[in-house]
């Protein structure tokens, strides 16, 4: 029993973790929250042109 709770912590745990990065990321944008922002070429132009 010590177990399957033990699991299902860990399940949800990750999930709102997962959650709460994602919903982080989203505020910031498209291109601010892109891995690529520095490098990206293709939809980050007139972003970085903002705020430039």
């Known amino acids: ?3 399957n709770i ?3 912590a ?3 745990g990750y999930a709102a ?3 709460i ?3 982080k990321r989203s ?6 929250a892109c ?3 520095r490098t990206c070429q293709s939809g980050c132009d007139d972003v970085k042109m903002k705020n430039s």
Do not use: S, Y
């Open 1 to 3: 029993m010590l177990f």
């Open 6 to 8: 033990t699991i299902g």
């Open 10 to 12: 860990l399940i949800f």
């Open 17 to 19: 973790w997962t959650l």
């Open 21 to 23: 990065k994602f919903v």
């Open 27 to 32: 505020r910031k944008g498209k291109c601010a």
């Open 35 to 37: 891995e690529l922002n």
